[in-house]
């Protein structure tokens, strides 16, 4: 059975927010899937605790900020990846996440890429 486009945002939006919370204790207050071909966005709004906005008002504490983002996204995805793997059915290639501190927004990014 072939699963419709927007049940598959919605599982692959419900797994962000299990996944989200779990890495970091904090679930986002939304989230918007866009799903393409070998293209799958994850955009998370409201998803950095009271803390992260508050270091988030200083450039150096928005680096830091973005900076732990991205390791503790390449340390921990490997469930995510699974996730989307068993929703979809694709492998993800390649991911990648960036969060945007002074907006309170995490974006991941996972591509199933191509060969040839």
């Known amino acids: 059975m072939e699963l419709s486009a927007s049940t598959v945002a919605r599982r692959l939006a ?6 989200e919370h779990q890495r970091t204790g904090h679930a986002p207050e939304s989230v918007t899937v866009v ?17 992260e906005r508050a270091m988030a008002q200083d450039p150096a504490g928005a680096a830091k900020l973005q900076e732990f983002h991205t390791e503790l996204f390449a ?14 059915g694709v492998d993800v290639r390649e991911a990648t996440t960036e969060a945007e501190p002074k907006m309170g927004r995490v974006v991941g990014v996972f591509t199933a890429g191509t060969t040839g």
């Open 14 to 19: 419900h797994a962000a927010v299990e996944f």
């Open 35 to 51: 799903l393409s071909r070998e293209t799958l966005v994850i955009t998370l709004r409201g998803a950095l605790s009271p803390a």
């Open 75 to 88: 340390n921990a995805s490997d469930p995510m990846r699974k996730e989307i793997k068993r929703i979809t």
